[in-house]
């Protein structure tokens, strides 16, 4: 290997792993250019076994999303609609979303993961009634809800500041935060595919997430790639993200999210390759030497890349995930849930080893 390392042009990133030095800018953008994706993907598997092994996480969850009324206009959004009444634009009553929650009792779920668009009209305890009808009915489950882009415009349009929404949602419930809306960091990129007023920039992304830290929660962080963004944008995302892990230690997982080009504004683009996809999930295991955890989000990337990718640095296959919206109203063509004996099969047929985990990655013991 260390011969084909070198003829890759990757003998020195080899040697500063080996080392554990810290890879840099210009060492995420060689990764990024090297044209042997084997070379870079036994690096990044590598780091994947020193920290997990063969085990390879999912956990057993539902999405929703509450509703698509959103102010913001970004380029790459399929999911949003702009006012309620126009086409295809849905608000689900609390009842609602409760019901969704209530028809699936029976199930061992652990997590709900919810997002929204940003509505103008909905009272502020429209969220946290949501937050506490869950729980009334599944007082164990884990509520992971609202990105920070959700949290800030909150701040916004109720008056208050950041920390003080995430206190109010805590005490109504709120466990941690999902790592949406983090999109790309870079200004450039940022204000061509997510440039409203109503979004908040990436400072206060990460500035509501080491927030959200400090009050005790954990979050993920994502990475929306494969449509304008460079390679050193890409890095610089991840640099930024593993700055914020330095000051908090509160990321659980990185997840780069594939863009889907249907039904929206960039549907010129073509959608990122699965080489893309592996590559981009192994830099990130390289690069994140801080973050536990790099997850492949099937729905986006596709179950075969993302099965692919547990030799490309991904340890979580996220979940069952149930009634997702966002990926399908963009085009994704892969099924709207797995049960965890499918997630399982996969994993096992990858040559890795199966793990129910819940939201803080506790191992979830189940009787057979
Ligand atoms: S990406 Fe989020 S903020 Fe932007 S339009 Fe879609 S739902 Fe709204």
């Not at 429209?126 to 007082?139: A, D, H, Q, S």
Request: charged fraction near 25%; aromatic fraction near 8%; charge should be neutral.
């Amino acid at each position: 290997m260390v011969s084909r390392l070198r003829s890759a042009g990757l003998a020195e990133i080899q040697e500063k792993l080996v080392a554990g030095v810290r890879l840099d800018l210009a060492d995420g953008v060689r990764l990024f250019e090297a044209r042997d994706l084997l070379a870079v993907g036994w690096l990044a598997n590598r780091e994947r076994e020193k920290r997990h092994g063969a085990r390879t996480y999912y956990n057993f969850n539902i999405r929703l999303e509450a509703t698509n009324v959103c102010v913001a206009s970004c380029l790459l959004c399929a999911f949003a609609r702009l006012k309620p009444g126009d086409p295809g634009a849905y608000t689900m009553s609390l009842e609602q979303a409760w019901d969704k929650l209530r028809q699936r009792v029976h199930q061992p779920l652990t997590e709900i993961h919810v997002v929204n668009g940003l509505h103008p009209d909905l009272p502020f305890d429209y969220y946290t009634e949501l937050l506490r009808g869950f729980k009334r009915i599944r007082p164990d489950i884990h509520l992971k809800c609202f990105t920070a882009v959700e949290i800030a415009f909150f701040a916004d349009l109720y008056k208050m500041t950041d920390e003080q929404v995430l206190r109010e949602l805590i005490a109504a419930g709120l466990d941690s935060l999902p790592g949406g809306g983090a999109e790309i960091f870079a200004e450039r990129v940022r204000k061509k595919i997510a440039n409203d007023v109503n979004k908040c920039d990436a400072t206060r992304y990460l500035s509501i997430h080491r927030i959200a830290h400090g009050l005790g929660l954990r979050s993920n962080v994502t990475m929306l790639y494969g449509h304008i963004e460079t390679a050193e944008e890409r890095v610089d995302h991840m640099l930024r993200s593993r700055a914020l892990q330095d000051e908090t230690g509160g990321f659980q997982a990185f997840i780069p999210l594939a863009f889907h080009p249907d039904n929206n504004q960039m549907r010129k683009l073509p959608p990122p390759s699965a080489i893309d996809s592996l590559r981009v999930h192994a830099v990130a295991r390289l690069m994140l030497d801080n973050i536990p955890h790099v997850k492949a989000f099937w729905i986006a990337t596709g179950v075969e890349v993302a099965q692919t990718a547990l030799w490309f640095g991904v340890d979580d296959l996220d979940g069952t995930v149930q009634e997702e919206k966002i990926y399908h109203m963009a085009g994704a063509r892969t099924p709207e849930s797995l049960t965890t004996r499918e997630i399982e099969r996969l994993i096992r047929a990858a040559g890795r080893e199966p793990l129910e985990r819940d939201t803080l990655y506790n191992v979830v013991a189940r009787a057979s």
